[in-house]
């Protein structure tokens, strides 16, 4: 899996394209690692923080941004 360090020189690029990429990249890496502790706290192996609701509604809304940005690189 990439880290978002390895985004760094897409993501200071002049060119609209490549930081586009960039913010696909960041935010599957973001999106991957929620989902990852989602599914851990579900499992009982970290306690269900009182905000839990709160984190999978970031998910979704995470994957309906990414759906998005997927949209939008087909396009050019």
């Known amino acids: 899996m990439a ?3 390895d985004t760094i020189d897409l993501m200071l690029s002049e060119d609209p394209i490549e930081r586009l990429n ?11 690692k929620l989902f990852g502790f989602i599914q851990m706290i579900k499992k ?3 306690a269900k923080p009182a905000n ?3 984190l999978k509604k970031q998910l979704s809304i ?3 941004y990414k759906k998005i940005l997927e ?5 050019l």
């Open 44 to 46: 009982g192996k970290v």
């Open 3 to 5: 880290e978002l360090k």
């Open 22 to 32: 960039a913010e696909y990249q960041q935010l599957t890496i973001r999106a991957d």
């Open 71 to 75: 949209e939008r690189i087909s396009l």
């Open 52 to 54: 839990f609701s709160l």
């Open 62 to 64: 995470m994957s309906s």
